[in-house]
């Protein structure tokens, strides 16, 4: 095997009702050092631990030599709600990874959008520009606390803004009022793909917003653009190797970081078994035959 390119990280997402004791040792098998942690009620993290529990999590993982790359929040900009609550829960977000070690919080983009099939783009229930411009007023809001913590949002390739193409809207508006706001992007390898962006079309949206620490990639493997079910790395129909062509040619160096999607897919294998395929595929890029 080969020394990978890029450090390789994954989520807590795939390792539903484990302990951090577990999560540690499953990271430390494949000599993984990065993590973001899932921020709900019904995970290792949430905004609701005290003082002294988050102090816990981060000497836990410190002493592991783990870095904390980013509190993965559900929180999504564009719900059709009040700003306030939107906008106090992002905050609370933000502090706890303050308080975690984490360089980012993971936020969703969340605008409300019509039925669709996995490998459709959704169409949003109200037009593009009331949307971007919701999600775009209630990240500028609280770029004072990020700046104030240390702690950069990172708005995902996800939900109702899946391509790289639709978060450029959102980050364009908030240039405009904010030349130098500090707001970063995830590529997660998936969703931009499934409906029909290719990989060289989002990196070249994306890597301004990637490079540099400003973000993150997330990669995963699928049955399909329109089955979602994960399957190892390099065995499903996701083109990770484009992605990862398009990093390389593009200077991003930062890490990418395993998805993999065991809490909504109980019936698939274990985090430490996809973790070791993501380490494996990561390290022998690039595959050519």
Known sequence: MSRARWRVGASTLGAPGEDLGGVIGTLGRHAVDVVELRAAPDALVHTEL???????????????GIEVLAVASGVRAGADTDDDSVVSALVAHLHLAHDLGARFVRVFPGAPTHPAGKDELPRLVEDAAGADARIARRLAAVLPVAAAVGVRPVLETHDSHPRGADLVRVLDLLAAEHPDHAV???WDALHPWRVGERPAETAAALLPHLRDGRGYVQIKDTVSAADTTPVLQGTGAVPVDEVLDELAG????GPVSLEWERTWYPQVETLGEALGAAVTAVANWPART
């Open 50 to 64: 005290t003082a002294p529990e988050r102090a816990r999590v981060r000497q836990d993982l410190e002493s592991a």
């Open 184 to 186: 970063g992007v995830i």
């Open 250 to 253: 593009g200077g991003y160096d």
